[in-house]
């Protein structure tokens, strides 16, 4: 008895590539490809400004306590004009670098005592894109990018966010299909292979585990090595295997 029923499991398996793949292909096929936007918040020692960024400064000179509150924006040039300083350029710098590179602009103006605090009060609209879409930077410069694979809805090369994980890129592309084997996800950097456990970081909540995605990473997801679609694609794959077993192996 115990030959005949492996004989069957042995005929599920191998019919379970070709039932849930087809299934799963017509799926994925009818997902457009289209442009995604971040909301996500800005870490300001990794966020590069760029064209579209609104900024905000205040400055209080002199024993007068005369104070001047500034909206900046940064124009598609990278640059901002700060009245009686002139024009600056921000493109690819950091909060941190912006503010100290305007503190030494305005005291090669106001030679009074003053205090100056600068912040960033409305990021521009983060664009990540998939590969064949309408390709736009994110600012003027080097563009980097992250390429998701496998089993996620939406696969393909996604620009670079410097500081987001693992579990952000999974999100823009889809999140994982009903058929992804999250538990042995890979991500391949610079020849090197690792593996992690994706399951555990998105249903378990274990963010130890989440790793930080850095430019020209390949993360990979793979199947299920056993899936059915529904009850009625496994019932199915039963009542064929046992057919099959009725033919051949009887």
Same mark, same amino acid.
């Given at each position: ?127 990540? %894109?998939?590969? *064949? +879409? ?8 080097? /563009?980097?990018? $992250?390429?998701?694979? &496998?089993? !996620? ?41 690792? %593996?992690?456990? *994706? +399951? ?8 130890? /585990?989440?790793? $930080?995605?850095?430019? &020209?990473? !390949? ?32």
């Amino acid at each position: 008895m115990i030959k005949p029923i492996a004989h069957v499991l042995l005929l599920i398996l191998a019919l379970n590539f070709a039932v849930p793949a087809f299934a799963q292909s017509q799926s994925i096929a009818s997902v457009p490809a289209s442009d995604y936007f971040v909301g996500d918040s800005i870490v300001e020692k990794d966020y590069k400004l760029g064209p579209g960024d609104q900024l905000e400064a205040n400055l209080i000179v002199g024993n007068n306590a005369l104070a001047l509150d500034y909206d900046l924006n940064v124009g598609p040039d990278g640059k901002i004009f700060f009245p009686k300083v002139g024009e600056i350029d921000l493109l690819g710098k950091i909060i941190p670098e912006a503010k100290k590179l305007i503190d030494e602009r305005i005291k090669e103006i106001y030679k009074e005592e003053y205090t100056f605090s600068f912040r960033l009060v409305k990021p521009r609209q983060i664009q990540i %894109y998939l590969t *064949g +879409s309408e390709d736009k930077p994110l600012y003027i410069g080097e /563009k980097k990018f $992250v390429s998701v694979y &496998g089993e !996620v809805p939406r696969s393909g090369r996604f620009e670079y966010l410097p500081g987001k994980r693992f579990t952000d890129y999974i999100s823009y592309a889809g999140g994982p299909t009903p058929r992804a084997n999250l538990s042995v996800a890979t991500i391949t950097r610079q020849n090197r292979k690792y %593996y992690i456990n *994706g +399951s555990d970081v998105i249903f378990n909540g274990n963010t130890s /585990k989440d790793m $930080v995605i850095e430019p &020209g990473d !390949v993360i990979n997801i793979p199947a299920q090595f056993i899936y059915f679609t529904d009850l009625g694609s496994f019932a199915t794959t039963v009542f064929t295997a046992l057919a099959l077993y009725n033919t051949f192996v009887k």
